[in-house]
């Protein structure tokens, strides 16, 4: 069985920057102001995340890293009305199976802090008391170090880092009004730190660098979409007259998730191409909120691609209103 719990689990926590994005939600979900992030070996030797949000109580602390154990969804009809980034409860678990996990926590009814170990999903030995603040900080060690292939697949710690950086840059700048830290342990020259004041701009400007020098802002809040489920969208896009030789991906959050939508994608990729010069890029940053009702959130947990209702129209509406404004830009 601990195998087969090990195979799913690889499923699922497929590399450093993948445990992040479940650790970091759950900081977020907890609604914490502050998230800290530090890092060895890209992630590999340990990926450490604090936030100062709820915590954990001490009797939940047995069958955390169970599967399927969730405080997030009381029934499922809870699933289309969800505001909280987990539901799954999978995340803790399998990342028990993956690598050494430590949880240190308190809550603000406690007077202390305890600290639990997990291994394949179980507790081992009994939360143990110790001073700290009110929180969680997340510890985890030694990632894969009971799957050798998989391991032996990351080839650079810095290509890793890389990633663990990009996922909490992007959450940085969804997220404003939290205060974000990245530390690359033994490197004193290497943090991140996104102060609470810092605006989403800013934000962009800061972690995307010379890409937001020229970005246009664009809200759509358009009264005919809303029958058919989009209710706004916050888009920061660059100019015709940008000259990125770097391509960085389009970012999109929808409802809050960061997904990946491929039709959008492509949808913004065309009407680029009529506005770049050859060797030239654009970025994108997308957010927006859509009706629950359209968004098809219950699917597998490492797919990002998402769905919605009446894609296609909606879609149009976002490439259309960027084309106008391009070419606005470039008159
Ligand atoms: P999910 O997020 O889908 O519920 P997880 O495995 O990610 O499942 O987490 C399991 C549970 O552990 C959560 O439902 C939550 O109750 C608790 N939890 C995990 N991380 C935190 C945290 N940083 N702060 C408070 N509670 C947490
Ligand atoms: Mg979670």
């Given at each position: 069985e601990k195998v087969v719990n090990r195979i799913a689990a690889g499923e699922i926590v497929v590399s450093p920057a993948n445990a992040l994005k479940e650790v970091l939600e759950n900081a977020l979900d907890a609604g914490s102001a502050v998230v800290n992030v530090v890092a060895a070996e890209g992630g590999l030797k340990l990926l450490q995340v604090s936030d100062a949000g709820t915590g954990i109580a001490k009797e939940d602390l047995?069958?955390?890293?169970?599967?399927?154990?969730?405080?997030?969804?009381?029934?499922?009809?809870g699933l289309s009305s969800?505001?909280?980034?987990?539901?799954?409860?999978e995340a803790l678990a399998s990342i028990s199976h993956v690598s050494r996990l430590t949880v240190t926590t308190r809550t603000q009814q406690s007077n202390v802090a305890y600290r639990a170990q997990y291994r394949d999903g179980v507790m081992t030995g009994d939360p143990e008391p110790i001073a700290g603040r009110v929180g969680t900080t997340i510890t985890i060690e030694d990632m894969f170090y009971n799957n050798r292939s998989r391991l032996a697949a990351f080839r650079s710690h810095r290509d890793e880092f890389a990633k663990i950086v990009e996922v909490v840059a992007r959450y940085a700048i969804k997220c404003a009004t939290v205060a974000f830290t990245v530390k690359k342990q033994g490197d004193p020259h290497f943090t991140i730190s996104l102060n609470a004041s810092m605006s989403k701009l800013n934000r962009l400007k800061n972690v995307f660098g010379a890409v937001a020098n020229d970005l246009i802002e664009m809200r759509l809040q358009s009264e005919d979409m809303a029958t058919l489920g989009l209710r706004s969208a916050l888009c920061y896009f660059t100019k015709p007259s940008y000259h990125g030789k770097k391509s960085v991906p389009p970012v999109f959050f929808i409802n809050g998730r960061l997904v990946q939508c491929d039709p959008l994608r492509r949808g913004l990729n065309n009407i680029y191409s009529s506005f770049l010069q050859k060797g030239t890029h654009s970025f994108v940053y997308l957010e927006m909120e859509v009706d629950?009702?359209?968004?098809?959130?219950?699917?597998?947990?490492?797919?990002?691609e998402v769905r919605f209702l009446n894609e296609e129209e909606i879609i149009s509406h976002i490439c259309t209103s960027v084309l106008n404004q391009l070419a606005v830009a470039d008159s």
């Amino acid at each position: 069985e601990k195998v087969v719990n090990r195979i799913a689990a690889g499923e699922i926590v497929v590399s450093p920057a993948n445990a992040l994005k479940e650790v970091l939600e759950n900081a977020l979900d907890a609604g914490s102001a502050v998230v800290n992030v530090v890092a060895a070996e890209g992630g590999l030797k340990l990926l450490q995340v604090s936030d100062a949000g709820t915590g954990i109580a001490k009797e939940d602390l047995p069958i955390l890293a169970q599967r399927f154990t969730t405080s997030k969804l009381d029934s499922f009809e809870g699933l289309s009305s969800l505001s909280t980034y987990g539901f799954r409860g999978e995340a803790l678990a399998s990342i028990s199976h993956v690598s050494r996990l430590t949880v240190t926590t308190r809550t603000q009814q406690s007077n202390v802090a305890y600290r639990a170990q997990y291994r394949d999903g179980v507790m081992t030995g009994d939360p143990e008391p110790i001073a700290g603040r009110v929180g969680t900080t997340i510890t985890i060690e030694d990632m894969f170090y009971n799957n050798r292939s998989r391991l032996a697949a990351f080839r650079s710690h810095r290509d890793e880092f890389a990633k663990i950086v990009e996922v909490v840059a992007r959450y940085a700048i969804k997220c404003a009004t939290v205060a974000f830290t990245v530390k690359k342990q033994g490197d004193p020259h290497f943090t991140i730190s996104l102060n609470a004041s810092m605006s989403k701009l800013n934000r962009l400007k800061n972690v995307f660098g010379a890409v937001a020098n020229d970005l246009i802002e664009m809200r759509l809040q358009s009264e005919d979409m809303a029958t058919l489920g989009l209710r706004s969208a916050l888009c920061y896009f660059t100019k015709p007259s940008y000259h990125g030789k770097k391509s960085v991906p389009p970012v999109f959050f929808i409802n809050g998730r960061l997904v990946q939508c491929d039709p959008l994608r492509r949808g913004l990729n065309n009407i680029y191409s009529s506005f770049l010069q050859k060797g030239t890029h654009s970025f994108v940053y997308l957010e927006m909120e859509v009706d629950p009702a359209i968004l098809d959130v219950n699917i597998h947990p490492t797919k990002r691609e998402v769905r919605f209702l009446n894609e296609e129209e909606i879609i149009s509406h976002i490439c259309t209103s960027v084309l106008n404004q391009l070419a606005v830009a470039d008159s």
